[in-house]
């Protein structure tokens, strides 16, 4: 299948899991926000292998795309569901016969972004999800949402922050884009973590780290300037702390809405937002995270 020239707007894969539908639901909000299309696919399989080797019956097509058709309307159900009766949302459709990450790969290059559930269905699919999801976030071409199937355990979700991983890189300037954005549509507080070192303070001989801590926030003051001059209504909470960076996020994403890191970072003493770091707040987090990828 080919997606060039087609704007998809925000994409989410369906896959009627737990995981997926709680992907859709969040898709069909974010999309509304933006007032971008939505587009729900479902991606058939055709790389299955099975041994000893067998021919798959006549019929097994026809059942594969039944399947796919019931897939796909109960998930539009559960978008146009999701949004108030007063905002309007496009939801678009596929059933896509190909192997998944390609599909969602190429489909990228048409999408603002790519949303995906962290777990699929049963044991099997469970496991292809995730490496979906992992192989989507290191090569999609636009940014990834991965939506957990699990309640928010906070008082008042929808006023929570958005939360910014943030070391100075490329890769976390995109990351720095999407949080704003996010924050703005959403009427929130965005608070910037910067993680200074994975070491400790006492194991760097000489290190004042009050000295650092002033330095640290005023290289992070300027580097958020210009975004909070293009977003004047955002209220943006900055916060430098000695610690690993994987540990912050994670821990601080239990009173966030929704986290934002980029696809890599310095790596080093300085932070390293999708080596370790973001994949320790993939497999930890439990809220939504997206992972600003480059277009």
């Known amino acids: 299948m080919s997606t060039s020239g087609k704007y998809l707007g925000v994409v989410v894969g369906a896959d009627g899991s737990p995981a997926s539908n709680a992907a859709v639901c969040w898709a069909a909000r974010d999309a509304a926000m933006r007032n971008i299309p939505l587009t729900v696919v479902h991606v058939v399989s055709t790389d299955v292998a099975t041994w000893p080797p067998m021919p798959y019956p006549d019929t097994w097509a026809v059942w594969q795309e039944d399947e796919g058709r019931k897939v796909i309307a109960a998930a539009v159900k559960i978008a146009e569901e999701s949004i108030p009766s007063e905002h309007k949302l496009t939801v678009k459709s596929e059933i896509v ?4 990450v390609p599909t969602m790969v190429e489909m990228s290059a048409e999408a603002e972004l790519m949303v995906v559930g962290s777990s699929g269905r049963g044991a099997l699919s469970r496991a292809l999800l995730g490496s979906v999801s992992s192989s989507l976030v290191r090569r999609a071409r636009c940014p990834v949402a991965i939506i957990r199937d699990e309640d928010p355990l906070m008082p008042d979700p929808q006023h929570a922050p958005v939360l910014l991983g943030i070391d100075g890189s490329p890769a976390s300037e995109l990351a720095t884009a999407v ?6 549509r959403r009427g929130v507080e965005l608070i910037a973590v910067h993680a ?12 004042n780290w009050s000295t650092v801590e002033a330095e640290a926030q005023c290289s992070l003051a300027e580097r958020l300037a210009g975004w909070q001059e293009r977003y004047p209504e955002v209220t943006v909470r900055r916060v430098v702390v000695c610690d690993r960076p994987a540990h912050q996020l994670v821990e601080r994403s239990k009173t966030a809405q929704l986290v934002v890191v980029g ?10 937002l999708l080596g370790s770091v973001s994949n320790a ?3 930890s987090v439990r809220m939504p995270v997206i992972v600003a990828r480059p277009s």
């Open 281 to 283: 707040v993939l497999h």
């Open 179 to 184: 949080a704003f954005d996010e924050a703005s």
């Open 263 to 272: 696809s890599h970072g310095r790596g080093g003493v300085s932070g390293m």
């Open 97 to 100: 016969f190909s192997t998944p």
């Open 196 to 207: 200074w070192s994975d070491l400790e303070v006492v194991e760097l001989p000489g290190l």
